[in-house]
């Protein structure tokens, strides 16, 4: 009962860095997506795909960068770390676009 | 306008209570209803999914969905402490393509005090 699984959970990063966020799911969705999540803001979408090979940006991709090779892993690449970009990530996955989505447990990043 | 509002709280209530948590929203497109539930430094997990007007029911919670007033709420019954979380509606259009992602609301943070 994997569901989604998002490593590291937690990491701090100095700015300017760069870094991977890992995702991974098992339920065999096409639909996956990549969020994040800043406290009294909500759910931001960043990045989704909707198969192997086809991504697109959701409502904040500026610093991101993603890449769908499997159906199981979508990870998601910060080239250049900015402060703004401390934030709570979540990965999830979905049967179809209107059907509910499986979140993983969240990557807790800190850019100092 | 956001298109989807939700009262951030927060929500204290006594355990045993009933709690009424509630979403409005302004697509009239949105037919599909969910609520989510998230613990502290957790993922949000999937509670109640409803489709369309009406009323759906699993335990001690009830989601309800009124499409005329663009109105959705979840009830929780003999509310516990363990209940103590942020809960956040969502909702999606019927069509197929982007255009039916899920428009999540910020989250009410509720905690039920013993």
């Known amino acids: 009962n994997a569901g989604v699984t998002q490593t590291p959970k937690f990491r701090i990063l100095k700015i300017g860095q760069s870094m991977t966020l890992q995702c991974a799911q098992d339920?065999?969705?096409?639909?996956m997506y990549w969020y994040r999540q800043d406290p009294g803001m909500g759910l931001k979408l960043i990045y989704y795909s909707v198969g192997a090979g086809i991504t697109d940006k959701g409502e904040v991709p500026n610093g991101y960068n993603v890449s769908r090779s499997t159906t199981e892993d979508f990870p998601l690449r910060l080239e250049l770390a900015a402060p703004s970009q401390t934030s709570v990530y979540f990965c999830?996955?979905?049967?179809?676009?209107?059907?509910?989505?499986?979140f993983g447990d969240g990557t807790r990043l800190s850019i100092l | 306008q956001k298109e989807v509002e939700q009262d951030p709280g927060p929500l204290s209530v006594p355990e045993g209570a009933i709690v009424s948590l509630n979403c409005t929203y302004s697509?009239?497109?949105?037919?599909?209803f969910m609520w989510y539930r998230q613990y502290s430094r957790k993922g949000p997990e999937l509670l109640m999914y409803?489709?369309?007007?009406g009323n759906k029911e699993d335990g001690r919670f009830t989601a309800q969905v009124d499409k005329s007033s663009k109105y959705i709420s979840l009830f929780i019954r003999d509310s516990q402490p363990s209940d103590s979380a942020t809960y956040l509606c969502?909702?999606?259009?019927?069509?197929?393509?982007?255009?039916?992602?899920?428009?999540f609301g910020t989250g009410t943070r509720l905690q039920v005090t013993l």
């Open positions: 969502a909702m999606s259009a019927g069509y197929t393509g982007t255009a039916s992602k899920l428009t």
């Open positions: 999830a996955s979905s049967y179809r676009f209107n059907q509910p989505q499986h």
């Open positions: 409803t489709y369309s007007s």
């Open positions: 339920m065999n969705h096409n639909y």
């Open positions: 697509n009239s497109a949105f037919q599909y």
